[in-house]
T-cell receptor, first 108, second 117 residues
Framework: KNEVEQSPQNLTAQEGEFITINCSYS?????LHWLQQHPGGGIVSLFM???GKKKHGRLIATINIQEKHSSLHITASHPRDSAVYIC??????????FGTGTSLTVIP | GAVVSQHPSWVICKSGTSVKIECRSL??????MFWYRQFPKQSLMLMAT?????????EQGVEKDKFLINHASLTLSTLTVTSAHPEDSSFYIC?????????????FGDGTRLSIL
C-alpha cells in the first residue's frame, strides 16, 4: 500500500501570498496527481506528473522521484483559490492512493 | 474537452429503496471509470474500478452486492446502491480516463449527494 501524506492539513493565507502544499508517498508510482475540490464537492484535476515540473497559470507542481515528494505552489494567491487540494498517486496494476487533503483558505 | 457528467447531483430517498447514479463521459471514450465515496471532512475513498465490458473490481470492504456497478459502454458507468440505508448517505463521485489509466489524467463528475431518510 502506498502511504500518501500531505502537509499542512489546513492553511490560511492572505491574498497575494505564495503558497506551498507538500505531498510525500512511500513507494514508486506511475504518476502523481494534484486535484482541487471546491466547497460544492466538484473535483478538478490540476496536474498529473511523473517527473520534473508543470505550470499552469499561477499554479506550479513539482515532483522529485528520488525523494518521493511533490509540491504544489500557488503564486499570488486569491480568495477563489480557496478549496481542498488533494494529491493522489497512481500505480500500474494498482489503485489510486489519496492524501487526506489540504484545506486552503485565502483571505482578502 | 474531457467532460464527465454525473447524474443526479442530489438524491433524497427513503430507507430500503435503490438508487442509481450515472456517470457519462461526454466527449471521450472512458475505458476505465472509478467510483469514490467521500464522508464529510474526509478524503476520497475508492470503492471500485470498472473497465468497459468487464466486471468491476471492488476495494476491500466494499460490498459488491450492495453497490452494483455496470460499465456497459465506453461512455457510461452506473452505480446502484441497493436497499439503501441511512449509513449509505454520503457523497459519491466518479472519475473517468482512457487507458493506461495510471498514466492518464482523471476527469471527475460533479458528484452525487445521497441522503437516505
Amino acid at each position: 500500500k502506498n502511504e500518501v501524506e500531505q502537509s499542512p492539513q489546513n492553511l490560511t493565507a492572505q491574498e497575494g501570498e505564495f503558497i506551498t502544499i507538500n505531498c510525500s508517498y512511500s513507494v514508486g508510482i506511475s504518476a502523481l496527481h494534484w486535484l482541487q475540490q471546491h466547497p460544492g464537492g466538484g473535483i478538478v484535476s490540476l496536474f498529473m506528473l511523473s517527473s520534473g515540473k508543470k505550470k499552469h497559470g499561477r499554479l506550479i507542481a513539482t515532483i522529485n522521484i528520488q525523494e518521493k515528494h511533490s509540491s504544489l505552489h500557488i503564486t499570488a494567491s486569491h480568495p477563489r483559490d480557496s478549496a481542498v487540494y488533494i494529491c493522489a498517486s497512481s500505480e500500474t496494476g494498482n489503485q489510486f492512493y489519496f492524501g487526506t487533503g489540504t484545506s486552503l483558505t485565502v483571505i482578502p | 474537452g474531457a467532460v464527465v457528467s454525473q447524474h443526479p447531483s442530489w438524491v433524497i430517498c427513503k430507507s430500503g429503496t435503490s438508487v442509481k447514479i450515472e456517470c457519462r463521459s461526454l466527449d471521450f471514450q472512458a475505458t476505465t471509470m472509478f467510483w469514490y465515496r467521500q464522508f464529510p471532512k474526509q478524503s476520497l475513498m475508492l470503492m471500485a474500478t470498472s473497465n468497459e465490458g468487464s466486471k468491476a473490481t471492488y476495494e476491500q470492504g466494499v460490498e459488491k452486492d450492495k453497490f452494483l456497478i455496470n460499465h456497459a459502454s465506453l461512455t457510461l458507468s452506473t452505480l446502484t446502491v441497493t436497499s439503501a440505508h441511512p449509513e449509505d448517505s454520503s457523497f459519491y463521485i466518479c472519475s473517468a480516463s482512457t487507458q493506461p489509466w495510471d498514466y492518464q489524467p482523471q476527469h471527475f463528475g460533479d458528484g452525487t449527494r445521497l441522503s437516505i431518510l
